[in-house]
């Protein structure tokens, strides 16, 4: 079974422009996870979506959006860029909302310049 | 709050010795602990998990770690470093927030292997 993908691998804005990143979930999983991780540290919680709906959010500024569709892929959009947006953007899905194992993609590298 | 803190943000083993990567979690209830691996250009890969259950938790690739309640610690070992060991370690808690669940990670141990 393929795990779960992330599209593109890399991509480089400029600040102000708005981005999509995109996530395949492993099939059969209904849960959808988003992490930032900046160069030199862990990765920190943006979403959870599960069945369609958001179900956790961290501390992100609204320009940070998502959403879920009914095959259980998942959008990542960030408006209004900036140079502090540059990370390595992470997906992960589960079976469900529990977490127990989080199975995560390769991630999209994200340049703002 | 759920936090987990990594003791070390280098850890440099000889090949064939011990690895011991310390962790210290902080959790107002019976926490779940996570430890994940990230290789270079490769996405997190999860080691272990502690819910629980027994308190020395095996994972795979010959990694353990067990959960010490009186110490609040979760620290990671093998008893014998690989080259193939070199990566970026990372200890997390699971935490429930809002009626949600949440992934709360550590800042990360590098570990480095020598020949």
């Known amino acids: 079974d393929a795990g779960v993908t992330q599209s593109p691998t890399h991509l480089i804005k400029t600040r102000g422009q708005q981005v999509t990143l995109r996530c395949s979930p492993i099939?059969?999983?209904?849960?959808v996870s988003w992490y930032q991780q900046v160069l030199g540290q862990g990765p920190q919680f943006i979403f959870q979506y599960y069945e369609k709906e958001e179900r956790g959010r961290g501390n992100f500024p609204d320009r940070f959006s998502a959403r879920q569709f009914p095959n259980y892929s998942s959008e990542l959009n960030v408006n209004a860029l900036l140079l502090g947006d540059s990370a390595l953007y992470l997906c992960?899905?589960?079976?469900?909302?529990?977490?127990?194992?989080?199975?995560f993609g390769p991630g999209t590298r994200l340049t703002v310049l | 709050a759920q936090s987990v803190t990594q003791l070390d943000s280098h850890v440099s083993v000889s090949e064939g010795t011990p690895v011991l990567l310390r962790c210290n979690y902080s959790?107002?209830?019976?926490?779940?602990l996570f430890w994940y691996v990230q290789h270079p250009n490769k996405g997190l890969q999860l080691l272990l998990k502690?819910?629980?259950?027994?308190?020395l938790v095996k994972g795979i690739n010959g990694f353990e770690a067990e959960f010490k309640k009186s110490e609040t610690s979760f620290h990671l070992t093998k008893p014998s470093a690989h080259m193939s060991d070199a990566a970026e370690y990372f200890c997390v808690v699971r935490a429930i927030s809002g009626g949600y669940n949440k992934l709360i990670f550590g800042a990360g141990t590098r570990l480095a292997v020598h020949p």
């Open positions: 959790s107002s209830y019976s926490p779940s």
């Open positions: 502690y819910t629980s259950a027994a308190t």
């Open positions: 992960a899905s589960s079976l469900g909302q529990g977490f127990d194992e989080q199975f």
């Open positions: 099939s059969g999983h209904k849960s």
